[in-house]
């Protein structure tokens, strides 16, 4: 719910591999064990942070916005937000 940031549904994708890094070298794909394919990805904590992040960039650009984030080591990145311009009205 994006005014209380209550998590009101959860949908767990199968997951049959991951992009990983090559020792700053470069990235490789690498298959991830059956018995962890269907693990949520994010904590609850980590959606809501970033939930919260997302608002606020809606709010700074007062439009709904596109936004490409990652996850890694821990921490979230905020990569790129655009205005979302397929949408009537908002």
Known sequence: DKSSLAIT????SE???KLCELRG???FWRVIPK???NHQK???ASIKKLARLCVKI???YKAPQDIEWAY???KL???QSRPITTLKAW
């Open 9 to 12: 549904k959860t949908i767990i």
């Open 58 to 60: 809606e709010k700074h």
């Open 15 to 17: 997951q049959k591999r």
């Open 77 to 79: 990145y905020i990569l």
């Open 72 to 74: 890694a080591s821990g």
């Open 35 to 37: 018995k962890e394919q």
């Open 25 to 27: 070298t470069g990235v």
């Open 42 to 44: 994010l904590s609850n």
